[in-house]
């Protein structure tokens, strides 16, 4: 079962979508600080609601495709996730720039963006690839995103296949990227473009969740 968020510009509003709640605007939270070592404990998986201070990032160079040029930044957030298995890590905040002179065609904010996307860990002796699917078929449906619009999608590191899990205690290295073809599990305009799209790597600790 996918629990997700979703967050669109303007960056003033949020909307958060959980296992298919209702939608409603609140002030947009802010990804977690550089430096921030004690994570607030937040909802297990896949996704949370906002997080409360910002973080620097270095977005991956992009490709450029046609008109348009897209840009994936990565961020650590202070909600965490890993409760079900007693562990804490950060919840993922990806965002998505649009950087070229015309439209880019993406995925709707939610599942379809989720479906196109793989998060790659390296740490704890061990390199995986992990990403969503669902119990059956799902059309990605594609939205355009205008030139300089950027639109910010939460992702959890331990989303895998129908369901969550655990990773190894300690320090894991992580990218999200748009999953290639011919192997992406749900093909489309924007995973033919843009596949193989990273972003930038941040690093997360994975440790035991407080009074387990």
Same mark, same amino acid.
């Given at each position: !079962? /996918?629990? #997700? +968020?979703? %967050?669109?510009?303007?960056? *003033?509003? =949020?909307?958060?979508?959980?296992? @298919?709640?209702?939608?409603?605007?609140?002030?947009?939270?802010?990804?977690?600080?550089?430096?921030?070592?004690?994570?607030?404990?937040?909802?297990?998986?896949?996704?949370?609601?906002?997080?409360?201070?910002?973080?620097?990032?270095?977005?991956?160079?992009?490709?450029?495709?046609?008109?348009?040029?897209?840009?994936?930044?990565?961020?650590?957030?202070?909600?965490?996730?890993?409760?079900?298995?007693?562990?804490?890590?950060? !919840? /993922?905040? #990806? +965002?998505? %720039?649009?950087?070229?002179? *015309?439209? =880019?065609?993406?995925?709707?904010? @939610?599942?379809?963006?989720?479906?196109?996307?793989?998060?790659?860990?390296?740490?704890?002796?061990?390199?995986?690839?992990?990403?969503?699917?669902?119990?059956?078929?799902?059309?990605?449906?594609?939205?355009?995103?205008?030139?300089?619009?950027?639109?910010?999608?939460?992702?959890?590191?331990?989303?895998?296949?129908?369901?969550?899990?655990?990773?190894?205690?300690?320090?894991?290295?992580?990218?999200?990227?748009?999953?290639?073809?011919?192997?992406?599990?749900?093909?489309?305009?924007?995973?033919?473009?843009?596949?193989?799209?990273?972003?930038?790597?941040?690093?997360?600790?994975?440790?035991?969740?407080?009074?387990?």
């Amino acid at each position: !079962m /996918l629990t #997700l +968020l979703r %967050r669109c510009l303007p960056l *003033g509003t =949020a909307c958060a979508l959980v296992a @298919g709640a209702g939608c409603a605007s609140r002030p947009a939270p802010r990804p977690a600080a550089a430096a921030s070592t004690t994570p607030s404990d937040a909802a297990a998986s896949p996704a949370a609601a906002g997080a409360t201070s910002a973080t620097s990032a270095t977005p991956a160079a992009a490709p450029a495709a046609g008109p348009a040029r897209l840009q994936l930044s990565l961020q650590t957030m202070e909600e965490t996730t890993g409760g079900e298995f007693g562990l804490s890590l950060p !919840m /993922l905040l #990806l +965002l998505v %720039r649009n950087d070229g002179p *015309g439209e =880019a065609q993406v995925p709707d904010l @939610g599942i379809a963006m989720l479906l196109s996307l793989q998060v790659e860990l390296h740490g704890a002796g061990r390199s995986e690839q992990r990403h969503a699917t669902l119990y059956r078929a799902w059309p990605v449906t594609l939205s355009a995103l205008a030139p300089g619009a950027v639109l910010q999608q939460g992702v959890s590191a331990l989303s895998q296949g129908q369901r969550d899990l655990p990773l190894p205690l300690g320090s894991h290295q992580v990218k999200v990227c748009v999953q290639a073809e011919p192997q992406a599990a749900y093909p489309s305009a924007f995973t033919k473009t843009y596949g193989g799209l990273c972003s930038n790597e941040v690093t997360i600790e994975v440790k035991r969740r407080k009074g387990r």
